[in-house]
């Protein structure tokens, strides 16, 4: 199926590198989702304004430890990000 616009980033640009940590203000960053972040993963998508707009469920920790894991192969394959909203000292 053929793009209708062109990729923003050039392919392979982004792939070689670390999903980076973006800071929001003094008090948020976002930073890229890690294993031990699966049970606020699990209690997130147990919200129902969650469930109304995103196209999956997470119903266990497996499951959400494997929804970060496809978020990291998902930045190393340039097919999508994720970003956990978080404390920087966290």
Request: net charge negative; proline share 11%.
């Amino acid at each position: 199926m053929p793009m209708l616009v062109p990729p923003a980033v050039e392919p392979g640009s982004i792939s070689g590198r670390p999903q980076p940590r973006i800071a929001v203000d003094d008090d948020l960053e976002l930073r890229p989702w890690r294993v031990d972040d699966a049970p606020a993963a699990l209690a997130a998508f147990a919200d129902p304004e969650i469930q109304r707009w995103h196209l999956r469920r997470i119903d266990t920790l497996a499951e959400a430890e494997d929804w970060i894991s496809a978020g990291h192969a998902g930045w190393r394959s340039e097919s999508h990000a994720t970003w956990a909203i978080a404390r920087p000292h966290r």
